[in-house]
């Protein structure tokens, strides 16, 4: 069973910063491609951006594009995500999620949440105007 831990969440004014950390359990933690949702009061949870396994290929929603960076240390079992030039519409539970598929490749844009197996518990942001 794995284990997904986000930290790095909390209140922040507009046009600042953050960053979020996924901390998981595990020995094969190197060999998925892991990735970051987000879920806003009131609507559905969204993708926001995905890193490969292998050499750090990733991915982003056109809304972060530019804002946000999504890196990850497979010695440290961690996957972060720099948040930039932050936006009240950037207010959500941001969640860490791993994608299914040991080595994995990406036919398409690995932004479903049906594609990820295992989720972290989640961690609030909050972006003030």
């Known amino acids: 069973q794995v284990q997904l831990l986000e930290s790095g969440g909390g209140l922040v004014q507009a046009g600042g910063s953050l960053r979020l950390s996924c901390t998981a359990s595990?020995?094969?933690?190197?060999?998925?491609?892991m990735g970051w949702f987000r879920q806003a009061p009131g609507k559905e949870r969204e993708f926001v951006a995905a890193?490969?396994?292998?050499?750090?290929?990733?991915y982003y929603a056109d809304s972060v594009k530019g804002r946000f960076t999504i890196s990850r240390d497979n010695a440290k079992n961690t996957v972060y995500l720099q948040m930039n030039s932050l936006k009240p519409e950037d207010t959500a539970v941001y969640y860490c999620?791993?994608?299914?598929?040991?080595?994995?490749?990406?036919?398409?844009?690995?932004?479903?949440?049906?594609?990820?197996?295992?989720w972290g518990q989640g961690t609030q942001v909050t972006v003030s105007s």
């Open positions: 999620a791993r994608r299914r598929g040991r080595f994995g490749s990406w036919p398409k844009a690995p932004d479903s949440s049906h594609e990820y197996d295992y």
């Open positions: 890193i490969s396994w292998s050499i750090g290929s990733t």
């Open positions: 595990g020995r094969t933690f190197g060999s998925y491609t």
